[in-house]
């Protein structure tokens, strides 16, 4: 018999906003692979984007760009919107985040080419203020970047303080904001540095207010994916294990006691190393990060002192641990992935795998130690 409150349940887990749309073509092929995990066949299957395609705007979503920012023309084409002065910097991003992609630059459509995934998915950047109704505003780097230097002056030095609902932090003689966040290279994580005449006095991490990810953790994880992959293939735990598919070199997470589906694997009791390089990166001056999103009536100036409303605050791993926000890393499924085996991790909140001290939908926990200790 089907429960159907269960599947409406990992349906709404599985969907970025929590909401179910019989409407939304996305969001009826993550419930077509919900009810395929069931053995539930569809009569009449209404799937129009191709799995590969879901996963790799899955993918930009998790890298931080915005979701209303990301159009699947097809089942092998995706538009990624943004400004149109920084079309070459993200396009460079994207060959460093999604693994394996190339750049295309005879590709037809765009005078700039595309970037190919590993799949063969196309993405196109286009330039959002050409878009009419596409634009989505400013994203959360500028709209603290322009909030900043609206006020701050080579002329004009000023003290910034950044008021969380932890902690307050603060800076003294800045003279310009400008965003670094394109530049990723040896695990450097600030979106946002502060400058005081040609020296950066801080450097900040932005999340916004309803992030849910630290790090696609590909590059970071690639060698324990392929450990992991083998161990659940060759030596499965009693609760979980990989089971082949329809695709080469694409398997399943399943329980070999249910013989049942799983959605995915947390991982919890990363190394506090990790963690550290996970959330703080590798900038100097060391990075703060920052969870909230900027809106125009956060920031209050008054006698030389910029105030700026922060929601919440981490300079130290001690301001994470035990919260909903202390990392978890999210072994999922991805079709892309077959160095892995169809295996992608993730660093998440630890509320993206938990609620009310339970695990959500059909995942297993396993401790890091457990694994590759």
Known sequence: ???????????????????????????????????????????????????????????????????????????????????????????????????????????????????IANDGTAIIVKPREKQGGGSAGLDNEQALIDGINEYASTDSPIKIVFEGSNKSISFDDVTLAQGVGTDTAGGKKSDVALYSGGNIVGNLSLKKANASMWESADRRYKELMIKLSDKLINNPFPNVGLRKTEKENIYRLYNP??????????????????????????????????????????????????????????????????????????????????????????VYNKSQGYKNGEIKGSQVSLDYDQIFG
């Open 1 to 115: 018999m089907i429960n159907l409150d269960n599947i409406l349940l990992e349906w709404s887990y599985r969907c970025k906003d929590g909401v179910v749309d019989l409407n939304n073509p996305e969001k009826i092929s993550i419930l077509h692979k919900i009810l395929k995990e069931n053995n539930i066949n569809l009569i009449e299957e209404v799937v129009s984007i191709d799995e590969a395609a879901v996963d790799i705007k899955q993918q930009l979503i998790d890298l931080g760009y915005d979701e209303s920012d990301i159009i699947v023309k097809s089942s092998k084409q995706i538009r990624l919107l943004t400004k149109g002065n920084e079309r070459k910097s993200t396009m460079d991003k994207l060959l460093q985040d999604l693994p394996d992609s190339k750049y295309d630059i005879n590709f037809k459509g765009s005078s700039l080419g595309a970037i």
């Open 257 to 346: 006691q249910t013989n049942t589906d799983l959605s995915g694997i947390i991982i919890t009791n990363l190394p506090d190393t990790d963690n550290e390089s996970i959330i703080f990166g590798t900038d100097k001056p060391k990075v703060q990060v920052i969870k909230h999103t900027f809106q125009p009536s956060d920031f209050t100036f008054n006698n030389g002192t910029l105030t700026i409303k922060s929601g919440v605050i981490f300079t130290d791993l001690e301001d994470i641990e035990g919260t909903d926000y202390e990392p978890i890393l999210i072994v999922r499924h991805d079709v892309t992935r077959t160095a892995t085996k169809g295996l992608r991790p993730v």
